[in-house]
Structures are given as C-alpha cells and as structure tokens.
C-alpha cells in the first residue's frame, strides 16, 4: 500500500473548493515563498521540534528515549537528529507537551478511512475531499491512489496547487481531479523567483495546459502588498487569466500574519514579517481592475 507523509486533517473546510470539504494537507513543497502560511509544509520529512518555553527540564524524555536522542542540560532537552527515529517516546513521556513532531507517515486506506466518516456532509453540501499541502504534486503516487480511491467513493476532488510541476504528471492528475485551486503569485519571473525561490515559467506554462486540457481550474492568488499588488502586474495578471478558457473564477487571498508564530516554533526566518496587512480597500482595488478583464472574483477562498 502506497504511503504518504502529512501534516494535518482539516475537518468541515469551507474554504477549499465548494460544499463542507475534508483537507489533506501534504508536506513537502518546491517553493519557499517569504509569506507561506503553511511553513510546517515546506519540508518533505517529519519535523521534531522542542518548545523551550515549555520545558521543565524534568529529564523524562531523555530517561525514555530509545535511542538516546535526548541530552538533557540546564538550557532544556537537546535533540540529536543523527540518533532521532522519530518513534515519538519523548511525545508521550513529556508531562508539559514539549515536544511535538510535525508530520507523520500514513497509507492511502488511512486517509480514505478518515474521509469515509464525513461522506454525509459532502452529500448535504455538495463538496468532497481537497489535496493541499505544501504541494500535494511532490508525493504522486500517493496523490493519484488517493484521488482514484476518492474517485471510486463517487467524491469530489479538489487539488491545490502551486503548478510548479512536471507537466506530463499534472497532466495525469487532472484525469482524476474534479477541480483544481491554482495558486498564481506573480507574472514576472525575476520577482517571483526573488520572491519564493524559483521562477514562474513552468506555471504559467501549466496552468495555460490545464485549460486547454479542460480542466476546472479557479486561481488563487496572495495578494501581498510589496509583492504583486502594484498597477503594472495585476493588469498583465487580469490579461492573462481572461485569456484563459478553463478558468472559472479568481480568488483574491489577503495575506495575514497568523503564521508568524509557526515560522518561530519551526526555528525558521519569517522574510514577511513586515508585511501589512491589506486594507479592505486595497483589496477590492485590486478585484475592481480584474473584473475589468471579464474575471469573476472573489476574496477568500
């Protein structure tokens, strides 16, 4: 049975496709986009992380740790990596919740298990089951058994992607996928790879095969003041999405600080830190000058 590594199970999601959803969220991502609100998501491997703040330096997790992982000191439990197997002792020992592992490996008849139990409020809402992640496209085979199992359970599937991927794989997902949320963050390819660490090309090259495969396809896209809010790059985004004929809708996603704490929990570099928070204003500035293409837009998701 193929096997996948995730992050989290999002229950009753209403903002990830139509209806009341099931999320799967995916680790693992070719992007390091400065503004991810899903940072546990990047990395493809499970996560140990020890919360300092919580430690009180009792030494239980060390005493239980299999493999000696753990050096206890006046600092708090040090974790050795090398040594680390992930079994989780040090989790369950832990009497003030220290410790956390972000991430863990499952089969495609666990997920689908956990699906099955909301299969009543897809049907009373008409929604289905969303792939998201990180990037749902880094694991195939566990993403493509899971949307045939979902296939044959007569669900909606929904993908959430940020199209930097093979272009013959997206291709064969689509055969198996209902709908796809399409992230797009910017035209401009220097940007965007300044940005989120890779350049554009692929995904702009993909989401123009996704409609002309006839696929569903809605684009999201961040709206990050400093980033892709300027006059010159909606306009070149409103040509672009309006010339597209798969194409149902745009979503306008307003960036939020709500991740920064995560960033710091995962002891890593949040670059958007001094973002601000689009105003209400500036946000339906921005669907104004898209609708003028003929858009359709929406702000959420």
């Known amino acids: 049975m193929t096997q996948g590594v995730i992050f989290d199970i999002k229950k009753f999601a209403i903002h990830d496709g139509p209806g009341i959803r099931t999320t799967i969220f995916f680790k693992g991502c070719p992007l390091a986009c400065w503004w991810c609100h899903n ?44 040594k680390c197997i992930g079994c ?3 989790v369950h020992t832990c009497p003030s919740e220290a410790h ?17 139990k909301d ?18 496209l880094m694991q195939p085979d566990f993403l493509i058994e899971l949307l045939i199992s979902c296939g ?9 992607t940020t199209g930097c991927t093979d272009a013959g794989l997206l291709l064969k997902v689509a055969d198996s996928t209902d709908l796809f949320l399409y992230d797009l963050k910017h035209m401009d390819a220097d940007k965007h790879r ?10 702009l090259n993909n989401l123009k095969l996704l409609a002309g495969h006839g696929a569903s396809v809605n684009v999201r896209i961040p709206v990050i003041p400093g980033f892709n809010t300027d ?7 409103g040509a672009f999405v309006s010339s597209l004929p798969g194409v149902n809708a745009v979503s306008l ?14 002891g890593i570099h949040c670059f958007a830190s001094g973002t601000h928070v689009p105003t209400d204003q500036e946000v339906l500035s921005i669907a104004d000058r898209l609708e003028r293409f003929g858009v359709q837009v929406k702000i959420g998701g």
């Open 100 to 116: 956390e592992f972000i991430g863990r490996t499952v089969s495609v008849d666990e997920v689908v298990q956990e699906i099955q």
């Open 39 to 82: 940072p546990e998501g990047l990395t493809l491997s499970e996560q140990h992380i020890h919360r300092q703040e919580r430690c009180l330096g009792c030494g239980d997790c060390a005493e239980h740790c299999p493999q000696n992982a753990i050096d206890p000191s006046n600092s708090g439990s040090l974790i050795n990596d090398e």
């Open 231 to 237: 006059d010159e790059n909606i306009e070149r985004t």
């Open 194 to 203: 300044e940005y989120t660490g890779l350049t554009n090309k692929k995904i």
């Open 152 to 160: 044959q359970l007569d669900l909606h599937r929904t993908v959430d």
């Open 119 to 136: 299969i009543v409020f897809y049907d009373e809402s008409k929604g289905g089951v969303t792939f998201s992640g990180g990037e749902p």
């Open 253 to 266: 996603l307003p960036y939020h600080a709500a991740a920064t704490g995560k960033y710091s929990r995962l």
């Open 88 to 90: 989780r002792t040090c």
